[in-house]
């Protein structure tokens, strides 16, 4: 009778603490079996759901680790992985062998041969199984059931720890990623609080409060350089999601197969310079919130994607069958005007009203009256510590110069402004001294900032009026036109003036319009 020794117990459980990777741990564990039990051929198969995968293989033709085997499709595996206990099949058995064709240095099916399959259990749950082939009839009837109950638990335990390493690895690799994309989103956003006075950053503070608390899609719009990166960061912070990731993804410039890997993830191999599995953004910021910035990029073939996951939670990593499901929360982030898209055919309707649940607009800077000096004070502290001043500050004629510039860069143009000229000054100025920026050092187009020359009107005994406040009055004249127009619908009323309804809405209420019983009026 052939019994396993106890110096081959020890082998395998020597195995089991070194630092192996699964491949050497799993061959390592055939070979110790081979010595305590004469076969043929023996392979390792983990199962996952109803799907058995070749993990090691010896006396197989190596392709064999590239099948895959429906436990439904073999009846013979199918009866192993009913089984609690070992299974020696009769010699006659007329059930089809998984292994016709593979076995090494033999064509053909296998001849009438010995076939036992062992059920690998942990935790009282089936993780595998073991199959041993030997060309010899009846080579396993006289191996007890110790020798295999004992071969069957150091099998079940290679195997679920070579599992729970693996899982530990795809954890940290997981882990390590997240905090790559948390640390760069650190390097790249410094600061996180939205500075202003204006009454219309006043309006978006109220708006980022009302909807942060819910857990709503949020899509953000606004000209290039206002901010809109962090609204979407002010959004996240004040969300009951602050403690889990927010994972940031610039959809711009990205083709279809690339845009779908960043968001979905992909398999090794998937497409060309894949060389090795990748989460994506989705799975990274699992429980937390993802930055869609211009979203308006995406390809069409994308979006039908991207809607799948507002709509059911579901990821497909490109390459895989397998489908994912995750917990996250999106805000999306667009210059463009997307109606005109979608009418154009460029971005899809459905993936529109799903993100733009509540919309958030980012006005341009020229709109938030005195907040530019705010700014400029902010972008001067941070020179400051960059550069190693004890002191900056703005002289009054580059105050003014600032003030009455237009700036269609926004925001991030006044911080580049800020920049160049807090670096111009550190030439000849000490680090211990009070350097004070003047309109020299400031770099505007001097086209923008002239004053031009028109001629002084006659003034009429009419009262004279700032442009705002006669701007201000013709657009609530124009807007209680369209809303008694419209039998005070506001889509309507936004469909005849050619904007957003969420706009018109904010407009209308910084301007003090409301609607009482079908009748508009100015408060």
Known sequence: MTDINANLLLEVALDLANSLNNSDRFERLLSTIRKAIKCDAVALLGLNGDVLTPLAVQGLARRTLGRRFIVSEHPRLAQICASENPVRFPSDCALPDPFDGLLLDREGDLPVHSCMGLPLYSDNHLVGLLTLDSMAADAYGRISDRTLELIAALSAATLKTALELKALSLSAEHAEQLVKELTQEAFLRD?????????????????????????????????????????????????????????????????????????????????????????????????????????????????????????????????????????????????????????????????????????????????????????????????????GFRQLRLSADASSKLKRYGWPGNVRELEHVISRAALKARKGSSPSEIVSLTAAHVEIPDDITAKPEIEKPIQSPLEIVSLRSAIEDYQRELIGHMLIKSDGNWSRAAKLLSVDRGNLVRLSKRLGISIKKEVVGAQ
């Open 191 to 387: 600061g996180g609080e939205l500075i202003g006075e204006s009454q219309v950053i006043k309006t978006l503070r109220s708006d980022i409060e009302l909807v942060a608390g819910s857990d709503y899609n949020v899509l953000i719009l606004g000209e290039t350089g206002v901010g809109k990166e962090l609204v979407a960061r002010t959004v996240h912070r004040l969300s009951p999601r602050r403690e889990k990731p927010l994972v940031y993804l610039n959809c711009a410039s990205l083709t279809e197969t690339l845009a779908e890997a960043e968001l979905f993830g992909h398999a090794k191999g998937a497409f060309t310079g894949a060389d090795r599995e990748r989460p994506g953004k989705f799975l990274l910021a699992n429980g937390g919130t993802i930055f869609l910035d211009e979203v308006g990029e995406l390809p069409l073939a994308v979006q039908s994607k991207l809607l799948r996951v507002l709509q059911s939670g579901e990821i497909q990593p490109v390459g895989k069958d397998t489908v994912q499901h995750v917990d996250v929360r999106i805000v999306a982030a667009t210059n463009r005007e997307l109606l005109k898209e979608i009418e154009g055919g460029g971005f899809r309707a459905d993936l529109y009203h799903r993100l733009s649940v509540y919309p958030l607009e980012v006005p341009p800077l020229s709109q938030r009256e005195n907040d530019v000096l705010l700014l400029a004070d902010y972008f001067l502290e941070k020179s400051r510590r960059k550069l």
